[in-house]
Structures are given as C-alpha cells and as structure tokens.
C-alpha cells in the first residue's frame, strides 16, 4: 500500500539519516484539494501526488525560479505540469492536467525547503522514488 502513512515514514527515515540540523525538518502540508494557492508555493521542494489515498507519483520543484517568481520552486513546477487554473464559474481554483486527470490524480502534499536547504529537496525526491515505487514514476522510467 502506498499512502500518506508510508510517505511520512519514509520521509521522517530520510532525514534521520540526513538533516543533521539545530531545526526541524521540513513537514508534508495537508492536502490541496485545487482551491486556493498550493501550500509551500513560495519555497522548492517535493511534491506528491494522490489518487484517493493512493500515492501515484513524486516529483521535485525545486528552481530557483525567476523574474517575478524567485524561489518559487513548487507553485511554478506544479502551475507548468501538474494543474491549470480552472474554467470561469468552477468553485475550484485550479483542475489537473490531461494526465493526471486521467490518472485520477484529486489532491497534492507538498513538502518546502528553506531556501539555504533547497538542495536537499532533490535528494529527498529521489530517496522517496526509491523506496515507495509509486506507479506513474515507475511508468515514466519505462517509457524513457
């Protein structure tokens, strides 16, 4: 079962191996079901993506960013492939892309870094794709 129980684990292990830090780590926000802005939107970092409680993918925002989005990692990954803003008159703000609307795809967790951390996002994404295997990373590999 790949879930929200099994992502926070196996993120809580990434950074028992790696933040070695006087703060806390970073969090998973709470879902973002396409209304409002998405959480963590101004900070890179990683972002999941859920079908119901399953988890089908992982990915990484985590640019710099750039012009009048500096550091915007996440909202400008997810604002290019993941959603779009909704038709006029939805009581949504946002709705996926083709595919991931046809992968089923009704909500996102997102994780942010500190800007001075940012690095460490990609190395969590990876860490994660690793050891979850969520299905649509798994057929993106295939079809590359």
Known sequence: MKNRELLTSKTDAFFLKHWNLDLQPPVWSKSWEWIGPIPNYNLGGVYALFKGDELVYIGLGASRGGGCYPDSGLSRRLMAHVYRSAPKGSERDAVPRDRWQEAGVTCILTIGFPVEYNYMASALEDYLIGEINPLEN???????
Do not use: P
């Not at 798994?138 to 590359?144: A, D």
């Open 138 to 144: 798994n057929i993106k590999r295939k079809s590359t």
